[in-house]
Each structure stands twice: as structure tokens, then as C-alpha cells.
């Protein structure tokens, strides 16, 4: 294998090949005809000494050198347009975040106006997904995840705490109308429980266990938990149940704001449960000090510290 550098043509066409996982849609990214496109890889395939893709009947595979390649090649190209992007002055324009849904739509949406009113010469486009992106193949800078509080860790990226994922008993008002006295542990045993239904945590991590948690927490772990008269896939859908008057929900305070200033939720005890889980951001970690990522990273610290402010 010579030790020379492929040419930088070379390897943006196989940054693009390994992207897409097809010749063809590489060469309509790249203006080519897919011929060009196949000598290119041809031509990086005899430098190197070895095929970098398998080209299977109706699909492209990447072989063991073309895996060891392409996140290389990806950071390569990532890192000499932000080094172009900071000779010229510019912050590359858009930031793209990959966010999930309870977050983004509870916490992100309702604030990111600010951000860019701090940051008016950068676009945010924001994505909606509890899939993981993969940031050397998909065009997202930040990502913001959850994970366990203890190890929160995700090969190859940088990782920031932001917000843990705390529990306090909330439910509408006219359940406590009906129901009166709902002050203490004992009298929420008589309301109808609701939860949250996380297939990631089976048995005996299912949707008693928060409200086993709660109860722990406030001082009552002699009572007996009820069974959950129903259960929910996100704590989006666990607030709608709640403030219809299904029954009582274990929210994250943060998250239900609004709904409380509007009397739409009432928030039962001040007592939390600290969940086994934290919102984290995450992107590649040789891009953690980009400006515009950076930028990002302190409006949300600073945001997550007013809203700790907030009785």
C-alpha cells in the first residue's frame, strides 16, 4: 500500500458512496455519472490494496477497510469545512438536532426561540425521533438522548448532562374535586394511577416501578402499590390521560409548566423521585468545541439553570 494520500476527489466521492450505500444516488449527489463514480472507488480500492465495499446482488456492504475508512473520512471532511467555515468568519449557517419527542416537544420547542434571537446568524432544523442517528453518516450536528445517569456514554461522542429525569404526582383538577383529600401518600392509594410504559424496562422495572419509587421516596414504603389502571408510551400521553381525569400521573415538573399556570394540571406533592435517567446532548466528539455547537450547549445549560430558579 503506497503512503501517499488518495486524492481528495477520491475520497469525497467514497465519503459519498458509504453515505448513501449506492453508486447511483452518489452520483446524483456529486453531479457524476455513476461510471466516474465507480472509477473513483477503483482507483482509492488500488491505492489502498484492498476493496473498501462488497457488491452484493441488489445492495452495497461496506467490507472491513471500508468500515475502518469511512468515519475517518466523514470527521476528515466534517473538520476541513469547519476550518474553512472559521477562516471565513462564518458559523456553517444550520444547526441540525436530532432530538426525542417528549423533550423536544415538552422543553425544546417551546424555548428555542431564544436561542435564536441569542444566535440570530444561525437556523436551527430540529428532528423529532427516538432513533439514533448516526452522526458520520446523516447530516445532524447535536443530538440530545437519554440515558442512564451513571453511564451515560455513547461510543465516539462527546456527551453533556442536562436535565434529569425527575417524577412528582400531577392530576387535573376536578379529580381532586371529586376525590378531596389527596395530600398525603395515603390518599393517593384511593385514585386511580396511571403510568408510563417503557419496553426498554421489563418487570419489576414496568410501570409500577416508578410509583413504587414515589412512594419509597415519600416515606410510605409499607404501603402496597396498586396495579397501574393504565399505562402510556410517553409522558406526553400520560399528561393528556391526567388532565382529562383519568387518574394520577407521575410527570416530569419541567416538562408541565404551562399546563399548571393554566390550572389544566395540578401538581400533588413536591416530593420527586429522582428516575434512573438523564437527558444528555450529544455529537462526535472531535466536534464538541464547533462554535455554533458550543453556543448551543451553553443556552441550554444556562436555560436548564433558570428554570431550577423556578419554585
Given at each position: 500500500?503506497?503512503?501517499?494520500?488518495?486524492?481528495?476527489?477520491?475520497?469525497?466521492?467514497?465519503?459519498?458512496?458509504?453515505?448513501?450505500?449506492?453508486?447511483?444516488?452518489?452520483?446524483?449527489?456529486?453531479?457524476?455519472?455513476?461510471?466516474?463514480?465507480?472509477?473513483?472507488?477503483?482507483?482509492?480500492?488500488?491505492?489502498?490494496?484492498?476493496?473498501?465495499?462488497?457488491?452484493?446482488?441488489?445492495?452495497?456492504?461496506?467490507?472491513?477497510?471500508?468500515?475502518?475508512?469511512?468515519?475517518?473520512?466523514?470527521?476528515?471532511?466534517?473538520?476541513?469545512?469547519?476550518?474553512?467555515?472559521?477562516?471565513?468568519?462564518?458559523?456553517?449557517?444550520?444547526?441540525?438536532?436530532?432530538?426525542?419527542?417528549?423533550?423536544?416537544?415538552?422543553?425544546?420547542?417551546?424555548?428555542?426561540?431564544?436561542?435564536?434571537?441569542?444566535?440570530?446568524?444561525?437556523?436551527?432544523?430540529?428532528?423529532?425521533?427516538?432513533?439514533?442517528?448516526?452522526?458520520?453518516?446523516?447530516?445532524?450536528?447535536v443530538g440530545i438522548r437519554?440515558?442512564?445517569?451513571?453511564?451515560?456514554?455513547?461510543?465516539?461522542?462527546?456527551?453533556?448532562?442536562?436535565?434529569?429525569?425527575?417524577?412528582?404526582?400531577?392530576?387535573?383538577?376536578?379529580?381532586t374535586a371529586r376525590f378531596?383529600?389527596?395530600?398525603?401518600?395515603?390518599?393517593?392509594?384511593?385514585?386511580?394511577?396511571?403510568?408510563?410504559?417503557?419496553?426498554?424496562?421489563?418487570?419489576?422495572?414496568?410501570?409500577?416501578?416508578?410509583?413504587?419509587?414515589?412512594?419509597?421516596?415519600?416515606?410510605?414504603?409499607?404501603l402496597e402499590i396498586p396495579?397501574?389502571?393504565?399505562?402510556?408510551?410517553?409522558?406526553?400521553?400520560?399528561?393528556?390521560?391526567?388532565?382529562?381525569?383519568?387518574?394520577?400521573?407521575?410527570?416530569?415538573?419541567?416538562?408541565?409548566?404551562?399546563?399548571?399556570?393554566?390550572?389544566?394540571?395540578?401538581?400533588?406533592?413536591?416530593?420527586?423521585?429522582?428516575?434512573?435517567?438523564?437527558?444528555?446532548?450529544?455529537?462526535?466528539?472531535?466536534?464538541?468545541?464547533?462554535?455554533?455547537?458550543?453556543?448551543?450547549?451553553?443556552?441550554?445549560?444556562?436555560?436548564?439553570?433558570?428554570?431550577?430558579?423556578?419554585?
Open positions: 500500500m503506497s503512503d501517499r494520500l488518495p486524492p481528495l476527489n477520491t475520497l469525497r466521492v467514497f465519503d459519498a458512496v458509504a453515505r448513501h450505500m449506492s453508486f447511483t444516488r452518489a452520483a446524483a449527489e456529486l453531479g457524476m455519472t455513476q461510471a466516474a463514480v465507480s472509477y473513483q472507488i477503483k482507483l482509492l480500492e488500488d491505492r489502498i490494496g484492498a476493496p473498501v465495499f462488497l457488491r452484493l446482488t441488489r445492495k452495497l456492504a461496506l467490507t472491513d477497510a471500508g468500515q475502518n475508512l469511512a468515519p475517518v473520512v466523514a470527521d476528515a471532511f466534517v473538520r476541513l469545512r469547519e476550518a474553512l467555515a472559521s477562516v471565513t468568519g462564518k458559523n456553517d449557517g444550520v444547526l441540525a438536532v436530532s432530538s426525542i419527542g417528549t423533550f423536544t416537544t415538552r422543553w425544546l420547542v417551546p424555548r428555542i426561540g431564544r436561542f435564536q434571537l441569542a444566535y440570530p446568524e444561525i437556523a436551527v432544523r430540529m428532528d423529532a425521533s427516538d432513533t439514533l442517528v448516526d452522526f458520520t453518516r446523516e447530516p445532524f450536528d437519554s440515558g442512564l445517569r451513571s453511564r451515560a456514554q455513547w461510543p465516539g461522542l462527546a456527551s453533556d448532562h442536562l436535565l434529569s429525569i425527575d417524577l412528582a404526582p400531577f392530576c387535573a383538577p376536578e379529580l378531596h383529600d389527596v395530600a398525603s401518600p395515603a390518599a393517593l392509594m384511593g385514585l386511580p394511577l396511571l403510568g408510563e410504559f417503557n419496553p426498554d424496562r421489563p418487570s419489576p422495572y414496568g410501570v409500577e416501578a416508578d410509583w413504587r419509587s414515589w412512594f419509597d421516596a415519600a416515606g410510605a414504603a409499607e396495579a397501574v389502571k393504565a399505562s402510556f408510551g410517553t409522558q406526553q400521553l400520560l399528561a393528556a390521560a391526567a388532565m382529562t381525569g383519568q387518574g394520577v400521573a407521575l410527570l416530569t415538573p419541567e416538562f408541565f409548566r404551562s399546563e399548571v399556570d393554566s390550572g389544566r394540571l395540578i401538581q400533588l406533592s413536591q416530593i420527586r423521585v429522582k428516575n434512573v435517567e438523564s437527558y444528555h446532548l450529544v455529537c462526535l466528539a472531535g466536534r464538541r468545541e464547533v462554535p455554533k455547537i458550543r453556543a448551543f450547549r451553553d443556552w441550554l445549560q444556562s436555560e436548564i439553570a433558570i428554570d431550577r430558579q423556578v419554585p
